[in-house]
């Protein structure tokens, strides 16, 4: 996964008013995480020091150490995108954070 694509699937879902790039992105977002939570359990490729700089990347806010560091940044970002003055960039990062909250219970 390149970090550009999986990082514009966020300005989509704040678009107005077009709803289906929206629900398209929030998919896409939830899809991305689901694969990245498939690998990390099938194992994977990566070396510690990319590991790590992934983690440096990512982690602004902790949310447990059983969460993928993909999975902190886009709950990090969507709680603060809820926060939004814009109500369409509300309306979608609110989407999104529902999608990932029933398909990544506690």
Not at 47 to 56: A, G, P, V
Not at 77 to 95: H, P, V
Request: hydrophobic content about 35%; proline content about 3%.
């Amino acid at each position: 996964m390149e970090d550009k694509d999986f990082l514009s699937h966020f300005w989509n879902i704040s678009q107005y008013p077009n709803k289906q790039l929206k629900f398209t992105a929030a998919r896409n977002i939830v899809q991305t995480l689901l694969t990245l939570e498939n690998m990390k359990h099938s194992g994977n490729s990566k070396t510690n020091s990319e590991k790590i700089t992934i983690l440096k990347k990512y982690t602004n806010n902790d949310y447990g150490e059983d969460i993928s560091p993909d999975l902190n940044y886009t709950l990090t970002r969507l709680i603060k995108g809820m926060t939004s003055d814009n109500s369409a960039a509300k309306e979608g990062f609110y989407i999104t954070f529902s999608l990932i909250v029933t398909r990544f219970p506690a």
